[in-house]
């Protein structure tokens, strides 16, 4: 699923116009200043409609606490999120108005216009189209069970793995850590190395993303799926998997903790 964000005056009107022109499933989440109307649900735009306002109540159809929540469940079974009013890490974020500063954005910056009317839709699409998308494991998971050999399936085992604050009590904490990859060759390395894990006797579907840019304490960064005949086919595929993605997908990962901030190959 393919996330954007507009801030600044008049986003609502560009989340409505872009959401007609994207092709597929578009959900849309609007940040609002009062409090969301409970007894009613916000007008409709694109397929899937939530309002959030600034306490974090919502209304619309689904159920969710804060705009990463809805990201992820939405990005199963829809193409496109657009979040108006809201911006974090990883996103791409579009900026209306000329009061707005890409230094106080949290996503990366793709389009910036002085109103609306002034986006080139179009060259906005194309900057979507090689954005990060967002990806979560169920999404994932949901993708393997849609195997033709999914009747023939018993197990599937996932790994995931995530931001570790310390490795000891005594550590500084790590704050964030960002990772980088060379664009096309990481991600066909990582089809390489599914496609050899399914050629095995009774591993029907492998799957696997590697998330870029900043990604926080506490949050995940890389997810191997497997769809198997039985239980020890898929726990043998997902550790063969991780292990090859860490030893041959060209990632690079910096380091930033309280008080320092180094990438990991140069101190290998």
């Known amino acids: 699923m393919q996330p954007i964000s507009i801030l600044g005056p008049g986003a609502a009107d560009l989340a409505a116009t872009l959401a007609d022109r994207l092709t597929g499933r578009v959900a849309v989440v609007r940040r609002i200043e009062g409090a969301a109307d409970s007894g009613g649900e916000p007008a409709a735009v694109g397929d899937t409609t939530v309002d959030i306002?600034?306490?974090?109540?919502?209304?619309?159809?689904?159920?969710?606490?804060?705009?990463?929540?809805?990201?992820?469940?939405?990005?199963?079974?829809?193409?496109?999120?657009?979040?108006?009013?809201?911006?974090?890490?990883?996103?791409?974020?579009?900026?209306?108005?000329?009061?707005?500063?890409?230094?106080?954005?949290?996503?990366?910056?793709?389009?910036?216009?002085?109103?609306?009317?002034?986006?080139?839709?179009?060259?906005?699409?194309?900057?979507?189209?090689g954005a990060e998308p967002w990806v979560t494991r169920e999404e994932l998971v949901a993708r393997v069970e849609r195997s033709a050999a999914a009747d023939r399936s018993g197990a599937i085992a996932t790994f995931t793995g995530r931001v570790r604050a310390r490795d000891d009590p005594d550590d500084d904490r790590t704050t964030h850590l960002a990772f980088e990859k060379y664009e096309g060759v990481a991600r066909d390395r990582m089809d390489a190395i599914a496609a050899e894990l399914t050629d095995r006797e009774g591993v029907f579907e492998v799957a696997m993303h590697h998330r870029t840019g900043v990604v926080e304490a506490g949050e995940d960064i890389v997810f191997v799926v497997v769809l198997a005949g039985h239980r020890a086919e898929a726990f043998r595929a997902v550790e063969d998997g991780i292990d090859r993605l860490k030893d041959e997908v060209p990632i690079f990962k910096k380091e930033t903790t309280e008080t320092e901030a180094f990438w990991l190959h140069q101190r290998e």
């Open 53 to 129: 306002s600034p306490d974090g109540s919502w209304v619309g159809r689904g159920a969710a606490s804060d705009v990463d929540a809805l990201l992820d469940r939405f990005a199963p079974d829809h193409d496109y999120v657009v979040v108006v009013g809201y911006s974090r890490l990883r996103l791409p974020t579009v900026l209306v108005g000329s009061d707005a500063d890409p230094a106080d954005t949290p996503g990366d910056v793709v389009t910036r216009a002085p109103t609306p009317a002034d986006v080139d839709v179009a060259e906005l699409l194309t900057a979507l189209d």
